[in-house]
């Protein structure tokens, strides 16, 4: 004969009890309600420890603003507008760089937000245990505007949108109204910035043309000078109405 094991057959478990499930629960009632207050206060605790973040976005238009009259000739493989790329590129490492930093956080006094300098409130009990397990950069080692640099540059994003020569500029910050500030004043410092790179050129030029027609007027008045001594020299010395040599002339006559 076949056992039940082999057979597959054995006696059918009890169904479960509702009650039995409420004792084991009650049993437990401590384990359970100690489980539910720790993830109660882990979760209050990152709330309030992981703040809510805001991101803004502010776009530039990268473009030739160049005329037809500032090329000699354009070749037959080359772009008419003069911007791929690679110019985008560097306009993009342009936008990054400390010294538009620098001016951001100069325009807006960024070093004296907490968000900015973390020395403002104080070192927390957690960062100076960071910096005695040698962790981490010592904020005091720093001048606010390098803090508040730092803090500018970890949360600064730019990138280039798809097929287009914009370049974005995204900023996130803990306040909506900072961020927005950020990236505003970063783009217009940027526009101002280009506006005066590309003016310098012209301010050369200009000075340089000032400076060639101001030696071309001594010129003019040194030469003058030297026929006014050559006609004293030559007896043509400008009379009334003509020179001096045919104005005796006509006297005698006369």
Same mark, same amino acid.
């Given at each position: 004969?076949?056992?039940?094991?082999?057979?597959?057959?054995?006696?059918?478990?009890?169904?479960?009890?509702?009650?039995?499930?409420?004792?084991?629960?009650?049993?437990?009632?401590?384990?359970?309600?100690?489980?539910?207050?720790?993830?109660?206060?882990?979760?209050?605790?990152?709330? &309030? $420890?992981?703040?809510?973040?805001?991101?803004?976005? /502010? *776009? +530039?238009?990268?473009?030739?603003? %160049? @005329?037809?009259?500032?090329?000699?000739?354009?070749?037959?493989?080359?772009?008419?507008?003069?911007?791929?790329?690679?110019?985008?590129?560097?306009?993009?490492?342009?936008?990054?760089?400390?010294?538009?930093?620098?001016?951001?956080?100069?325009?807006?006094?960024?070093?004296?937000?907490?968000?900015?300098?973390?020395?403002?409130?104080?070192?927390?009990?957690?960062?100076?245990?960071?910096?005695?397990?040698?962790?981490?950069?010592?904020?005091?080692?720093?001048?606010?505007?390098?803090?508040?640099?730092?803090?500018?540059?970890?949360?600064?994003?730019?990138?280039?949108?798809?097929?287009?020569?914009?370049?974005?500029? &995204? $900023?996130?910050?803990?306040?909506?109204?900072?961020? /927005? *500030? +950020?990236?505003?004043?970063?783009? %217009? @410092?940027?526009?101002?910035?280009?506006?005066?790179?590309?003016?310098?050129?012209?301010?050369?030029?200009?000075?340089?043309?000032?400076?060639?027609?101001?030696?071309?007027?001594?010129?003019?008045?040194?030469?003058?000078?030297?026929?006014?001594?050559?006609?004293?020299?030559?007896?043509?010395?400008?009379?009334?109405?003509?020179?001096?040599?045919?104005?005796?002339?006509?006297?005698?006559?006369?």
């Amino acid at each position: 004969m076949m056992s039940n094991r082999e057979t597959g057959t054995g006696p059918i478990p009890a169904a479960i009890n509702v009650m039995d499930v409420l004792r084991g629960v009650a049993r437990r009632k401590t384990m359970i309600v100690g489980v539910s207050l720790f993830a109660l206060a882990a979760g209050i605790g990152l709330v &309030k $420890y992981l703040k809510p973040v805001y991101s803004t976005e /502010a *776009q +530039v238009l990268i473009q030739n603003l %160049e @005329t037809p009259f500032d090329r000699v000739q354009v070749a037959d493989n080359q772009r008419t507008d003069g911007v791929d790329d690679r110019i985008v590129a560097s306009q993009m490492q342009v936008l990054k760089s400390a010294d538009l930093g620098r001016r951001v956080v100069a325009a807006l006094g960024l070093e004296a937000k907490p968000e900015f300098n973390s020395l403002i409130n104080g070192m927390g009990t957690v960062s100076q245990i960071k910096l005695r397990l040698g962790f981490g950069e010592d904020p005091r080692l720093k001048t606010p505007e390098q803090r508040a640099l730092d803090r500018y540059s970890d949360q600064l994003s730019i990138y280039q949108q798809p097929s287009s020569n914009v370049i974005a500029i &995204k $900023y996130t910050s803990f306040d909506p109204k900072i961020a /927005a *500030q +950020v990236a505003n004043t970063l783009a %217009e @410092t940027y526009v101002t910035t280009t506006r005066e790179s590309q003016l310098q050129p012209t301010t050369r030029a200009r000075d340089w043309l000032a400076g060639e027609i101001a030696s071309l007027r001594r010129k003019l008045a040194a030469s003058e000078e030297a026929v006014e001594q050559f006609r004293a020299q030559a007896g043509l010395l400008q009379g009334a109405t003509t020179t001096l040599g045919t104005q005796e002339i006509s006297e005698l006559n006369s």
